[in-house]
């Protein structure tokens, strides 16, 4: 990092009300240097905002919303998400209570560490595995049920499907 860098911090999304806030906030603080609104960004466009960023952060109430998590993890990016949506995340995430501001500021602080950095990417790898794993089973088990329908489809006289 170079002497008086300062990170940019870029926000992406829909609007759910409370940008004109935030807004209004970030020059009377200082921070139009620092801060970016740019709203909703299509979805061709995330990759080049992720393949920059040094971290995906999601503080969101709502949820599941597992694209940007997905996202972060396949191009090797660590997570700062939402603490109750722990069980999607797993280990592969720093979580933060939304709602606590201390925490958010200590999570970004800490995504400026490498080695953390690091280790979060590769319990991302490995989150996306288990992931792909549950999806092959579960479309194994979609398989076998439309199967077993259709045997039992014949049985009932209706002959095979089409």
Same mark, same amino acid.
């Given at each position: 990092q170079q002497e008086g860098w300062r990170p940019? !911090?870029?926000f992406t999304g829909g609007d759910m009300?409370?940008?004109k806030t935030v807004a209004r906030f970030i020059p009377r603080n200082g921070?139009? *240097?620092q801060v970016k609104i740019l709203g909703f960004v299509p979805a061709e466009d995330m990759r080049g905002l992720y393949s920059c960023c040094r971290a995906v952060v999601m503080p969101t109430y709502f949820g599941p919303t597992n694209l940007p998590p997905l996202e972060?993890? !396949?191009i090797?990016?660590?997570l700062i998400y939402s603490s109750h949506l722990r069980e999607q995340a797993g280990d592969a995430a720093i979580l933060i209570d939304p709602d606590d501001v201390d925490e958010l500021a200590a999570a970004l602080k800490a995504s400026m560490d490498d080695r953390l950095c690091a280790d979060l990417v590769e319990k991302g790898r490995r989150r996306?595995? *288990?992931? &792909?794993?549950?999806r092959d089973m579960a479309e194994a088990d979609l398989l076998s049920r439309l199967?077993?329908? &259709?045997?039992r489809s014949r049985c009932w006289g209706r002959g095979q499907m089409e």
């Open positions: 940019t !911090m870029v009300g409370n940008r921070r139009a *240097e972060a993890w !396949m090797d990016r660590p996306l595995q *288990e992931i &792909e794993v549950q199967l077993q329908f &259709e045997k």
